[in-house]
Every structure is written in structure tokens, then in C-alpha cells.
């Protein structure tokens, strides 16, 4: 049986218990699609084996999260019964036009009616039984504070660029409203977990209501397939940075494979928001946004949604639509109709559009008794003072505007401020020379799409309106600049809704244009809206899930972090933790051993003020270099000087200086150059070119070296530094074309280096040079935490293959940090890096005193 009747305690959130999901109570066979990846290192919750669901056949769902269900709901007050039925304008419901006909589509969400605690189970029945609907019931005072608080009072508002500059003008932030959004999200994802089957199933969850339920579907599901599109606007960083829980809700949504958004505008404001609030880059990857985020990729889609065009043609078939396009018709008596239809809220713009009207009708007198908008006033949302002030400031703007150039027969502006039907909604779109959505900010907004597809028609409304069948048709449509579906109207008027007389120019021109010009925009719209429908939008989006999750079984998975912090880390199977007790192991039964050491975030922390080595770390290097069977070297994009000085106390330990341009092998040597071209011609071509971008790039700097120019950014902003960064690489790459360098951008730098110049050359070299002198090596350890530490990893790797070598070395390749790397093996940190080779060290330290003492006792016995 379904659990019905979910909530969570306070006490439970604040304790972050939340987080800690119950066992289930059935169990359905685990399906390993890729043997062997799946191992107990994963972690107990990687198991994904428990939980409930309707049968333990394998079948594939699209399992569907919005915060309210496609679904009509009704009491029948005197039977005590409910009845229901689907919501056919339901985008949720629209969208499985794009599935395929054996596609199991489960909806998970709310109703938009109370039902009593003591009906939820029988309710909860029926709507899976009929509907594929599984509801969630929110407690009355956690829906109010969820919804009407936290997402309509916070996240709408903010995300339509509005600031609660002062308590009168918007709600500052309410923690407790915070935690009864984390409380609801929660209770949607204990209703998904009651129908998934995490090794087939896909979740999609929809918009800003649900912002952080990825986090709670991925704790529980390392591997799940899912899914987000965003249906608002996305803000820019200024504005979503003013958010205090801004980290939370960000780390919440990359837990998701897949993050859809209506414009490249709003991607574009969530992937600077990723830059400059957690540090990450993102890539194009054919085509394809993403986002490296711990070893997974996090895919970026920019898909505006699209319309049920059958739906419209068939409230255009309905009788109903064809009787009220006669009674508008005569109505109006052959005037000019321009169409809008809005929600009432601060954000449409109505009353903006009103006085655009009130422009137009002033600067062409000959318009007057002429035009009529005709405003259909949708429902509002969400209450409070904003609202109720839009809608005084749209009627007394009506009113003023009819009183002064209406006249008996004639109203300019006509409010329809009431519930209209779909089928008189589509008779007036039907109707109308043009459509104006004058909003100032606005998700996507699909009353153009639908205006479009009115206009062309079909054959009953042809004959309502006594109109040839396949004769041409035209529409015009004037859109604000902030809409969502404005980019892809490119024969539609664009507008800024603040600036009134442009708006009444845009309407002007809107009416008088040619008819062969309305014809030619209305043509090319229509070819867009009618193939890029709903069905497309939602095909296209499952497409891009699936490419998204194709790799999910093919590494191993850990969670780490706590709370909303919660993450994946995702890596290659063969990726583990290197054990000092298997080092050590290895490194006593060798005896000619290569040891290559990283120094800044190897040896010494990052963030460490000190950047000298510890007396500790000067130690430990000078017992392994005490041990003759060892070659160890520091290999650092330091310069020579620095690591001299550094290491003056370490008679044997070879240098490499400058990622290796510079080598020394021990303290009695002389620093050598690798062999590659001298002429340092090339640093009085690119320094000026880096110094240009620098005094143009506040907080950069160029740091010399002898071998290299090196541009860091890392204190700059981080758009702008990145936006140099890739202008000044391509600037270099031009002007040092015919030069021996090579321009490489790396982590928050663009450095200009001789060419040859690598950590892998030197590693390559280093052993090269011990197999010369007939000491080929057999164990080979190599440490680093960077970019250019993956050269290194890349060249001991390959030597394990070469034919020279009479037995293929043991080889560590070690990576500081967990996250992707060509190392097989990874460290935490600086602190464990020390604390292996101290392990080291004591091996080498404990078999010199075991020789001793065996040739000490020879000596007495003889």
C-alpha cells in the first residue's frame, strides 16, 4: 500500500534528519546494466534496491514532478464524493505527445483543493489507479508558507528582478519560510521514491517550486536519471546574488543531470551565477553545454517550450468557438481588434499597454473609433498589495482613456476581468488584427504561439467568419524584449514595455503595415510554432536526459557533503585511495626507485601564507634522498631561485624548475636547460600584448618567468577575467603563430611557454636518463594536484610499456584531491601526502638498520 499522508518536522529539519530517508518496505531485485562497476565502496546508499513501487516488473517511466497535478479535483458536497478529471491545458499533460506510446507516465504532485486527512488514502487510490497521478498532500499551514510564501513571495518575485528594497515594496527573507520550502521538497521526493524504479525510471521536475529537490532525490539515488527545466526567468547574478540561501538552491539544482531553460539569456545568467558563487566553468562539448561538477557532467539545455497546436484547432472546431466569433463580430462592427491576455500581476505590464493605447489614440486622431484593445484579465496567482495596486492603477487607467475618447458605441479599451473560457479566448485571438504581451519580465509566455495558430485557423472557424478556405492569412505581433518567447519571434515587433511611445509606434505600425507583409511574418511564425510544439519541446528534452545519463553505471559513485552541500563524486572505477601499507609493500621489494614530487597543493597547502617547506616536509625528503636506491625530484612550475633557496638543507634531491625547463639533479650540479629553442625573441612580442589585457583587466597581474610569461586572473572578476582570458589567447595565438611557444590557458592563467617545455618531458627525461645508466627503474611514484601534474601521470604510465625496460615497473600515480584524473590513485591532501612519505621514509630507515644489524652480526660471528 502507498504511503498517503506525508510531512516533516521542523525539529527533524533543524536537526538534519530530513536528509535521512526510511527503508522501504519491498524490495525489487537490483539490475546491474555494467558488471562490476557497482562495489560496496559505493556506499550503503548506492544500493538503490529499497523502495516502494507498484510492481517489480523493469519497466521504463517518465515520472513527472510539478507542484500541482494535471488534474481537475471536485467534492460533491451533499454525496461526500470526488470527482476528477484531467486538465487537458495542462502543459505536463501536453508534453506526452513527445513520449513514446509504451512510455509509462507517472505524475507526482499536489491538487490544488484540501482533502481531508482522512480521505488522502482513498484519493491516493484512485488517482493512481485512473490516473497515474500520486498525490502530495501538504499540511494547510505548510502549503500556505510554502507556496504562497516562500515561492511566490521570495523566488517569483526575485527572479523577476524584484528586490524587497524596503518592507513595503516586497518581503525580506524568512528562514522559517526556507525551511517549509526544504519541508515540501521533501514530501515530493518521499512520493517519488514510493513509484521509482532508479535503474530504468526518468524524473522531470518542473520549475522554481521544487528548486532543491534534485538533493533529496540524488541522496537517495546516486545514479538516478534526472532531470529540471526552469519555467521562469533565471536572473542575473546581481540580482539572484541577494538571495541568502543562493549556494543551497545552485548545489541543489546541479545534482540534476539535466537543466533546461526558455532562453540562452537565462542559461547564461545560471552559469555565471555557477562561476562566481561556487567556482565553476563550464565548457561547450559539441554542441553541448556542460558543467564539470565533481567528476559528473551537469548539461546545460536551452529549449524554449512549445504549444498543443490540436488543442487550439480543436476549441477552434468547437461550436462554442464559432458562435462567439459571431457574436464578437457584431460586437465590435468591423472595428480593428488588438488582443491581450495576461494574468494580473506587476509583471504583465497591463496598465503599461493600457497607456500605449492612450498614446496611440492621442497621436492619430484618425485611429480613434477605429481600434480597440481588448484586455482579457486572467485570475491572479498570488495576492497582496502589488497585486491589488496593478489592478486599480489598469482600471483607472481604462477608465480614464474610454471617458475621454469612447463615445457612445465606441469603448477603446474593454476589460474582461473574469474567467474566460478557452474556446471565447481562442475566438478572440481568432479575431485580432494583432496581439500584444507588453510584460516586463516573463518566463516564456505562450499567448503569441497561440495567437499564431488562431490566426491560421481552420475550415469551421474559416466558415464562421465567412472566409475562403486556403486563402492567406496574416497576424501581427508586438512583444516585450523580457519575454521568454521573444527570440524566437523574429517577424514580431520587439518592444521596451517601459518606453510608452514606442510601444504606441510598434501598435501604429502593427495595423497599418501591408497585408503581404503581415502575410510573410504570419507565414514564417507559423512554420516555427507548428514544429516546434510542445510534443518536440518535451522529445527533445528526454533526447538530451538520456545522452546525460549514459554513463551513469560506467564509474563509481561516493556522496560526500552534508545537508544541501550533499554531492556526488563521480570517478573511474579504477580510482582509489592509495594505501600507505600497499606502497610500502611495493616499495621494499624494489630497489631502484623514481620519486616525482609536485610542490604547491602537493607538498605545501594552497592556501598556505608560508609557501616555504616545513621543517617536516625538508625531513622527510632528506631521508628518502638518504636512501641510495631513490631518485626523488621536485618538479615545479616554480622558479630556480626560489627553489634553491627552499632547498638548500637537501643534498640529493634533484630540482626541476619551471615545469622543467630548468633541471638540476642534486645540489653538486649545475642547473641544466632542457633542449629546446633559447631564442627568448618571442616574450618582446607577447609581453606587450599581455600587459595591454592586464592594465585592462583590474586585479590581474603578469608573472615573468625565465622560460615563460604567465597572466593570472584569479583575483579578477570572474566573467570578465574569463572573457580575457579567452580574447588574449587568441590574441597570442595569432601574433606567436610563427614562433616556437605554446599559448595554454589553464586554471585562472594564460601562460606563454617554449615549446617542449612539460612536467611530463622531465619525468620522461628523469628516467630515460636512470635506464642510460643501466638502472632502469621498478618503481616509479609520482604526486601531484594540478593540470600540469596530468603530463606527469600521462608519461610514467607509458612507461610501463616500453620494450627497453626489462620488467614493467610498480607505478603510483597519485592525484591530490578526489576528482577526475588520469592518476589511478588520489590522496586528500597535503597532510596525507606527508604522512605517506614519512611511511615511506620509516621503510627505508628501518631496512638500512636491518642490514646493519645482519652485517654486525656476520662481523662478530666471524
Request: proline fraction near 5%.
Amino acid at each position: 500500500m502507498m504511503v498517503s499522508r506525508s510531512s516533516i518536522s521542523l525539529l527533524d529539519l533543524a536537526s538534519g534528519d530530513m536528509f535521512n530517508f526510511p527503508q522501504s518496505h519491498r524490495k525489487i531485485h537490483r539490475v546491474i546494466t555494467v558488471p562490476e562497476i557497482i562495489s560496496k565502496v559505493d556506499g550503503s546508499r548506492i544500493n538503490d534496491g529499497d523502495f516502494d513501487a507498484r510492481s517489480s516488473e523493469s519497466c521504463e517511466k517518465k515520472i513527472i514532478v510539478a507542484n500541482f497535478l494535471p488534474l481537475h479535483a471536485q467534492k460533491d458536497m451533499k454525496s461526500g464524493r470526488w470527482s476528477f478529471h484531467f486538465d487537458e491545458d495542462s502543459l505536463l499533460l501536453q508534453m506526452k505527445d513527445g513520449f513514446s506510446s509504451d512510455t509509462d507516465v507517472v505524475y507526482v504532485g499536489s491538487l490544488k483543493v484540501d482533502v481531508d486527512s482522512s480521505e488522502q488514502d482513498e484519493v491516493s487510490r484512485r488517482l493512481l489507479e485512473e490516473f497515474n497521478c500520486v498525490p502530495t498532500f501538504l499540511p494547510p499551514e505548510l502549503q500556505k508558507k510554502f507556496y504562497h510564501g516562500f515561492c511566490k513571495q521570495h523566488l517569483w518575485s526575485l527572479f523577476h528582478y524584484m528586490l524587497p528594497m524596503c518592507p513595503d515594496y516586497g518581503n525580506r527573507f524568512d528562514r522559517l519560510l526556507w525551511q517549509a520550502y526544504l519541508s515540501a521538497n521533501k514530501i515530493f521526493a518521499d512520493k517519488v521514491m514510493e513509484v521509482i524504479n532508479p535503474e530504468e525510471d526518468y524524473v522531470w521536475v518542473h520549475d522554481y517550486h521544487l528548486m532543491v529537490l534534485p538533493t533529496f532525490l540524488r541522496k537517495r539515488f546516486y545514479r538516478i536519471k534526472l532531470g529540471f527545466f526552469l519555467h521562469s526567468p533565471f536572473p542575473s547574478s546581481e540580482i539572484y546574488g541577494t538571495l541568502p540561501v543562493r549556494d543551497e538552491i545552485l548545489k541543489a539544482l546541479l545534482n540534476a543531470d539535466l537543466i533546461g531553460f526558455h532562453t540562452f539569456d537565462y542559461a547564461r545568467h545560471f552559469l555565471s551565477c555557477c562561476r562566481r558563487m561556487l567556482g565553476l566553468d563550464y565548457e561547450s562539448k559539441r554542441g553541448h553545454i556542460g558543467l564539470d561538477y565533481f567528476g559528473r557532467t551537469v548539461y546545460v539545455k536551452i529549449l524554449p517550450v512549445g504549444i498543443h497546436v490540436g488543442r487550439l484547432q480543436s476549441a477552434l472546431n468547437h461550436p462554442s468557438s464559432s458562435t462567439k466569433v459571431k457574436e464578437i463580430v457584431e460586437q465590435f462592427n468591423g472595428k480593428k481588434l488588438i488582443v491581450g491576455v495576461d494574468d494580473m500581476d506587476i509583471f504583465k505590464g497591463i496598465s503599461l499597454k493600457v497607456l500605449a493605447m492612450e498614446q496611440l489614440l492621442q497621436q492619430h486622431t484618425e485611429l480613434r473609433g477605429k481600434i480597440v484593445l481588448v484586455q482579457i484579465v486572467n485570475p491572479a496567482r498570488s495576492a497582496g498589495k502589488d497585486v491589488e495596486e496593478a489592478k486599480r492603477e489598469t482600471y483607472e487607467s481604462t477608465k480614464r482613456i474610454n471617458d475621454i475618447f469612447g463615445f457612445p458605441g465606441y469603448e477603446p479599451v474593454v476589460l474582461i476581468d473574469r474567467r474566460v473560457p478557452f474556446y471565447e479566448k481562442t475566438a478572440y485571438y481568432a479575431l485580432a488584427e494583432c496581439c500584444i504581451v507588453n510584460a516586463v519580465r516573463d518566463g516564456m509566455n505562450l499567448v503569441p504561439y497561440k495567437y499564431i495558430v488562431c490566426r491560421q485557423g481552420t475550415s469551421k472557424m474559416d466558415e464562421a467568419l465567412q472566409i475562403a478556405s486556403g486563402s492567406p492569412r496574416t497576424s501581427m505581433l508586438v512583444v516585450s524584449e523580457f519575454i521568454g518567447c521573444s527570440p524566437s519571434l523574429s517577424g514580431a515587433i520587439r518592444v521596451n514595455p517601459w518606453d510608452i511611445d514606442a510601444v504606441a509606434d510598434a501598435l501604429n505600425m502593427a495595423i497599418t503595415l501591408p497585408d503581404m507583409e503581415k502575410q510573410l511574418r504570419h507565414e514564417k511564425h507559423y512554420r516555427y510554432v507548428s514544429s516546434h510544439d510542445v510534443a518536440y519541446w518535451a522529445r527533445s528534452f528526454v533526447q538530451d536526459l538520456e545522452r546525460a545519463c549514459k554513463e551513469h553505471y560506467s564509474k563509481r559513485c561516493w556522496g560526500i557533503g552534508f545537508g544541501l552541500s550533499f554531492r556526488i563524486l563521480s570517478l573511474s572505477p579504477s580510482f582509489r585511495k592509495l594505501s600507505i601499507d600497499h606502497i610500502v609493500s611495493a616499495y621494499k621489494r624494489t630497489c631502484r626507485r623514481a620519486i616525482f614530487l609536485d610542490y604547491d597543493g602537493t607538498l605545501v597547502p594552497h592556501a598556505s601564507i608560508i609557501k616555504s617547506p616545513s621543517p617536516e616536509v625538508i625531513s622527510v625528503l632528506n631521508n628518502l634522498c638518504s636512501d641510495s636506491k631513490n631518485t626523488v625530484f621536485i618538479v615545479s612550475g616554480r622558479g630556480r631561485n626560489s627553489l634553491s633557496d627552499w632547498f638548500a638543507q637537501c643534498e640529493n634531491l634533484g630540482l626541476a624548475a619551471e615545469h622543467g625547463y630548468f633541471i638540476r639533479w642534486s645540489r653538486m650540479f649545475d642547473w641544466e636547460t632542457i633542449p629546446v629553442g633559447a631564442d627568448f625573441g618571442w616574450k618582446r612580442i607577447a609581453e606587450p600584448v599581455m600587459k595591454l589585457y592586464m592594465e585592462a583587466t583590474d586585479g590581474s597581474y603578469i608573472e615573468p618567468k625565465e622560460s615563460a610569461l604567465v597572466w593570472h586572473h584569479q583575483d579578477a572578476d570572474p566573467d570578465f577575467g574569463s572573457c580575457q582570458a579567452k580574447e588574449m589567447l587568441d590574441h597570442l595565438e595569432n601574433v606567436l603563430a610563427n614562433e616556437p611557444v605554446v599559448v595554454k590557458r589553464g586554471q585562472q592563467i594564460v601562460e606563454v611557454k617554449a615549446q617542449g617545455v612539460t612536467k611530463g618531458f622531465v619525468a620522461e627525461k628523469i628516467i630515460s636518463t636512470m635506464i642510460s645508466n643501466g638502472k632502469p627503474p621498478d618503481f616509479v611514484l609520482c604526486i601531484g594536484d594540478d593540470r600540469s601534474d596530468e603530463d606527469m601521470f600521462e608519461s610514467i604510465s607509458n612507461t610501463a610499456y616500453r620494450s627497453t625496460l626489462p620488467v614493467p615497473p610498480e607505478i603510483f600515480a597519485c592525484t591530490v584531491g578526489q576528482k577526475p584524473s588520469k592518476a589511478r590513485y588520489y590522496l586528500d591532501d597535503t597532510v596525507d601526502v606527508l604522512t605517506l612519505l614519512q611511511g615511506l621514509a620509516a621503510a627505508s630507515s628501518s631496512k638500512s638498520r636491518s642490514n646493519t644489524e645482519t652485517q654486525v652480526s656476520f662481523e662478530n660471528s666471524v
